[in-house]
């Protein structure tokens, strides 16, 4: 499998309390399978209780090119989400960069 293209990378992030969300899911969970050469998010997968921000987040991440770090990224999900989870999913985005960027490191 060393000639694997893709590796998957997740992140995580704690939901708070006050969200409802909370009562299903802990934590908010972020799957990426990037491309170890293009940097380029092929899929991903966003823990949610609904179909459509999951489904929004979807297509928000894939064709992403992670060389330019995700604070374009971030930028971009404060433009277009607006709820009080955004936050958890920038969270669980940073843990996803660092986890790549170690990776890359090895």
């Given at each position: 499998?060393?000639?694997a293209k893709?590796?998957l990378?997740?992140?995580?992030?704690?939901?708070?309390?006050?969200l409802?969300?909370?009562?299903?899911?802990?934590?908010?969970?972020?799957?990426l399978?990037i491309?170890?050469?293009?940097?380029?998010?092929?899929?991903?997968?966003?823990?949610f209780i609904?179909?459509?921000?999951?489904?929004?987040?979807?297509?928000?991440?894939?064709?992403?090119d992670?060389?330019?770090?995700?604070?374009?990224l971030?930028?971009?999900?404060?433009?277009?989400?607006?709820?009080?989870?955004?936050?958890?999913?920038?969270v669980?985005?940073?843990?996803?960069?660092?986890?790549?960027?170690?990776?890359?490191?090895q």
């Open positions: 499998m060393d000639d893709t590796i990378v997740t992140g995580y992030a704690k939901v708070p309390k006050a409802s969300m909370f009562d299903i899911h802990k934590r908010v969970g972020i799957v399978e491309n170890k050469v293009t940097h380029i998010i092929e899929n991903a997968d966003v823990t609904a179909k459509l921000p999951w489904d929004f987040y979807k297509r928000l991440m894939i064709g992403y992670l060389s330019q770090g995700v604070t374009p971030i930028k971009t999900i404060r433009q277009c989400h607006e709820s009080p989870s955004r936050q958890v999913i920038i669980a985005l940073q843990a996803v960069e660092q986890r790549y960027g170690d990776f890359l490191k």
